[in-house]
């Protein structure tokens, strides 16, 4: 299912219109594009790049997000103005849906669902964490990097280049919580990286530790389990939310 994005006065249907060439007259939702299948759209707390991620947003979530104003400044393209809007993940219909911006460029006119499934927001009674609590690192090793960040309390995209290996691996790790003979502080993730057609299933495990690596320390003892391959061991730090 598509991402919608339910706009809530004409007067932005018309904005629309003018300023997306792939509008429609008469559609009245958004969709996602121009994000790859391993990557994801950032959902930020202010109309910035610099500012906080509050979530990441994976291109077939089935959640919604709402248009709460026009996309703004209207004095620059259309693909680099900021629009705000509320994530509703699907996972957490019931509770706090996060406020944030997204780039322009990233959404388009589709039209609406219909049916009476349909996920509408819902007032929030007690809000809790949106993302997991797996903390979003940057980790280095031995000619290896990997970039962990949370979609939701369970998927976490992982970017990766590898020793011997051309270009970037994409991929997702899930959070399963800690197993019973496992540290209380470990995070463990699992999962697997993509480059073209070649897959590595992989599992991650991090830990607060104090480390050093290459010559630089770091907050974090990462060690990366690839299941057709030797243990890779290195350190990280923390990576913005």
Known sequence: MQIMIFKRALPLLAALAITTPAAAEAASCLRIVNVSAGDALNLRQGPSTRSAILARIVPHDTGQLVLDAPCTPMSVPWAERWCPVTYTPSYQVNLASP?????????????????????????????????????????????????????????????????????????????????????????????????????????????????????????????IYPTNGDKLTGCADPASR
């Open 99 to 223: 406020r944030g911006y997204v780039k322009a460029r990233f959404i388009r006119d589709a039209p609406c669902a219909t049916t009476q499934n349909e996920v509408r927001p819902v007032t929030p009674t007690t809000p809790v964490p949106v993302l997991s609590p797996v903390p979003n690192v940057s980790a280095w090793g031995q000619d290896w990097t990997l970039s962990v960040g949370a979609v939701n309390r369970r998927e976490h995209i992982a970017r990766m280049t590898i020793p011997g290996s051309r270009g970037e691996w994409l991929g997702t790790l899930n959070y399963n919580g800690v197993p019973a003979d496992a540290p209380s502080n470990i995070f463990m993730l699992s999962g697997e990286v993509r480059n073209g057609i070649a897959m590595i299933p992989l599992s991650v495990h991090i830990t607060p530790r104090s480390c050093t690596a290459n010559g630089r320390r770091g907050s974090y003892e990462v060690t």
